[in-house]
């Protein structure tokens, strides 16, 4: 597939294009991959200020009165606290799991027991955050799509 | 959890305990000793089994969510100072020998095990159940993400 990228002025709408002869897997993931990475957060880190997708973020956690976002491998600070990230973007995969953490439900490969009620969400990249015993029920709902009772 | 979430949550097992012991007394003696007359002081002994019920329970408070490592730890401390309350009151009541001792020990220990465990494989149940249902959220968003 031939790949061809032209820079256009300001004035007109940004657009992706795919021209192809078949709409297939391949040009379904290339459309999907796009239009996830459209949304992002600005985020701050040593070398400076960047813009990364939302969808990179495995979860955020708030800590001495500083929020950070942990991508697959890298740790960002953000600039809002962890209430606004959860009023910006908690109708979406963003969940507030404890007091302290809001997770990206896509970003969990499975949850085991943590003792108290508690869950542990084993995220994809390795690292495991815990699912607060009062924030279980909540979760169950988000999961069955915000219907309580399902 | 906060320090206020957690008082009422220990409050709430507090009552609910003494309202059982209550209970339970009540049954018994109707059952073993239904003539037996008590003074006023009978009524404080709920109220202190009860106390002594929830002090164990203290160990578990943290501001911050606990590991499962740490938390671990802290529900042995738990049992542990649960046995030291109980056989402390069996003392305190005279009771010295080891034959009584020992076993009300091992006991308190199997029963503290064997609801860990039953609380443990319960827990793993709703663990797969919720996997499950994650897995059809997750399959479900990334439908809709491009639809």
Known sequence: MKVSIEKISREKEQEVLIRCHEVNGEVL??????????????????QGMKVIPLLDI?????????????????????????YEFEQLYG????????????????KIKSLKPALNGRFLAVLQNGENVIIARKYVSDFKVKLHGGVQNE | MSKKDFA????????????????????????????????????IFPIIYGIMSIIPMLVTYS??????????????FQLFLLELILISFVMINGVFETKV???????????????????????????????LKLEEYQKKFEKDVWN
């Not at chain 1, 993931?29 to 040593?46: C, D, L, R, S």
């Open chain 1, 29 to 46: 993931e290339i459309a999907k991959f796009v239009k996830a990475t459209q949304e992002g957060i600005e985020v701050f880190y040593e």
């Open chain 1, 58 to 82: 495995y979860y955020v956690e708030a800590v001495d009165n500083h929020v950070f976002v942990y991508s697959k491998r890298d740790v960002y600070e953000i600039k809002m606290r962890l």
């Open chain 1, 91 to 106: 109708e979406r995969q963003f969940f507030r799991c404890s007091k302290a953490v809001i997770v990206n439900l896509l």
């Open chain 2, 8 to 43: 009422k949550k220990i409050l709430m097992k507090f009552f609910i305990i003494v309202t059982q012991i209550n209970v339970a007394m009540f049954i018994l003696g109707m059952l073993y000793d239904r003539n037996k007359s008590f003074g006023y002081e009978a009524f």
């Open chain 2, 63 to 76: 501001k911050r969510e606990l590991s499962i490592r740490a938390m671990i730890i802290r529900k042995i």
């Open chain 2, 101 to 131: 001792i020992i076993p009300l020990a091992i006991s308190v220990l199997i029963i503290g095990v064997f609801v860990y465990i039953i609380s443990w494989i319960l827990d793993n149940n709703e663990a797969q159940r919720l996997s």
